[in-house]
């Protein structure tokens, strides 16, 4: 069954290079609709050392989550995240990428509440007029 997904990409080290790969990457196999600008955040929390990037992509996939999810932990290690640990959330991270929500209507999908402030912050200011219908 055809689905949309909202994905979340965050990036404090090195994000310049590491979120375009990210992007292209995950643009060699799925279908990216969209993508949003790119929100710099200050670092939150006393274990990170350097700027957040964050953007969101909206992608139309086939897929199963569970299948999107393995592709961005292949991803992820490619680029050099560590590997998955309790304590990873609190280091600093060349590229975390996050399925937010999955819905199989667009509209319903682009009205989801999101947790992370700064990625309601990105939302609210993405022009999506575009992939509307």
């Given amino acids: 069954m055809l689905h949309y997904s909202l994905i979340g990409l965050g990036s404090n080290i090195q994000p310049?290079?590491?979120?375009?790969?990210?992007?292209?990457?995950?643009?060699?196999?799925?279908?990216?609709?969209?993508?949003?600008?790119?929100?710099?955040?200050?670092?939150?929390?006393?274990?990170?050392?350097?700027?957040?990037?964050?953007?969101?992509?909206l992608i139309q996939s086939q897929k199963t989550a569970t299948d999107i999810k393995a592709l961005f932990e292949t991803i992820e290690a490619d680029?050099?995240?560590?590997?998955?640990?309790?304590?990873?959330?609190?280091?600093?991270?060349?590229?975390?990428?996050?399925?937010?929500?999955?819905?199989?209507?667009?509209?319903?999908?682009?009205?989801a509440s999101l947790e992370d402030p700064y990625n309601q912050e990105i939302m609210a200011n993405w022009s999506l007029e575009d992939v509307l219908p």
């Fill in 16 to 57: 310049e290079v590491h979120m375009p790969l990210a992007c292209k990457t995950i643009a060699n196999h799925l279908n990216v609709v969209s993508h949003s600008p790119v929100l710099v955040n200050p670092p939150r929390g006393h274990t990170f050392n350097f700027l957040f990037h964050n953007q969101l992509l």
């Fill in 79 to 111: 680029l050099g995240r560590e590997p998955k640990s309790p304590e990873r959330k609190f280091n600093d991270r060349p590229i975390d990428i996050d399925i937010l929500h999955q819905e199989v209507d667009l509209a319903r999908l682009l009205s």
